[in-house]
């Protein structure tokens, strides 16, 4: 299994991008997806979140700013990011936990992380 993230790059204050993320392999399920970033020196932090079935939720920093989608059908999630800051530089890790087969356990994966940054 791989997430594969695309979408960063470098923005102005205020402006927008989209990342998105797509999960392939083998999968027989997925129950939540999620989108993190990290700066350096700090811990990653989840920024929003979709599980399955499930309400959205968001870090108290970017809620009405980002917004999360994912496509169950697809494997994939994607990440709305407007009104850009340069306190959302960083970079974005995909997340998804997912099991392989009906009787298997759920794991944890991640996308290779993906830079935004944000100039002022």
């Known amino acids: 299994v791989q997430l594969q993230a695309s979408g960063g790059g470098l923005v102005q204050a205020g402006g927008s991008l989209r990342l998105s993320c797509a999960a392939s392999?083998?999968?027989?399920?997925?129950?939540?997806m999620a989108w993190y970033r990290q700066t350096p020196g700090k811990q990653r932090e989840q920024v929003a979140g979709?599980?399955?079935?499930?309400?959205?939720n968001y870090a108290d920093s970017v809620r009405g700013r980002f917004t999360i989608s994912r496509d169950n059908a697809k494997n994939t999630v994607s990440l709305q990011m407007n009104s850009l800051k340069s306190e959302d530089t960083a970079v974005y890790y995909c997340?998804?936990?997912?099991?392989?087969?009906?009787?298997?356990?759920?794991?944890?994966?991640w996308g290779q992380g993906t830079l935004v940054t944000v100039s002022s």
């Open positions: 997340y998804a936990a997912l099991r392989i087969t009906a009787g298997g356990f759920y794991r944890t994966y």
């Open positions: 392999g083998t999968i027989f399920s997925i129950s939540s």
């Open positions: 979709q599980p399955s079935g499930g309400s959205a």
